[in-house]
């Protein structure tokens, strides 16, 4: 038994000094300011059955100024190309999981389009200009606080029969998606 005691008291003086060793005021402070995000992408359609979208990645602004720098992306998950009038309430495309960020204030969110948008029109695929006439980078302002400790759910809606218009002149078929964001915070 006596060998027991000394033993006792090492281990209690172990536990004690890792207790006070492992966590440093710094990593509380990063915890505190950090928040998560989730966003899904769905879509409406009456007019279109087949319309593929070249999904590269979602953004957010997170300063005022008009730069590169300002953009903050979420590394989409799912990225390529997707049939988007698949993309329903019950089906949505997942795009970002549980993403911890910074909380910042934001002032936009945006889809990141590649090159590689096109529609079935009576099985012929038409591709959908967004280089010339489209816009590969919609979005939508949000000026909203993102709270540090809290999880954002963020649907992003794309109305296809509204983005997809014919150009006459150029007989091409132009993409200007036009999308609606819904945030919805949840308290951890």
Avoid at 16 to 22: G, K, V
Avoid at 63 to 92: K, Q
Avoid at 131 to 152: D, E, F, V, W
Wanted: glycine share 2%.
């Amino acid at each position: 038994m006596k060998y027991y005691q000394p033993l006792k008291n090492l281990l209690i003086v172990l536990f004690i000094s890792t207790c006070f060793t492992n966590c440093s005021k710094e990593d509380i402070d990063i915890a505190e300011n950090v928040t998560s995000m989730t966003v899904k992408l769905k879509s409406t359609s009456q007019s279109h059955d087949k319309v593929y979208f070249d999904i590269q990645d979602v953004q957010l602004k997170i300063n005022n100024e008009e730069d590169p720098s300002s953009w903050l992306s979420l590394n989409a998950l799912n990225t390529g190309v997707h049939d988007v009038c698949t993309l329903d309430e019950n089906t949505p495309l997942l795009l970002v999981d549980d993403l911890e960020i910074e909380a910042h204030y934001v002032y936009e969110i945006r889809l990141v389009l590649g090159e590689n948008n096109f529609m079935d029109i009576n099985n012929v695929l038409h591709s959908l200009d967004v280089a010339n006439s489209g816009n590969a980078t919609p979005s939508n302002l949000i000026k909203s606080q993102l709270n540090p400790m809290r999880r954002y759910d963020v649907v992003i809606e794309i109305d296809v029969d509204a983005s997809i218009s014919q150009n006459e002149d150029e007989n091409t078929m132009v993409l200007n998606p036009k999308i609606y964001t819904a945030i919805r915070q949840i308290e951890y």
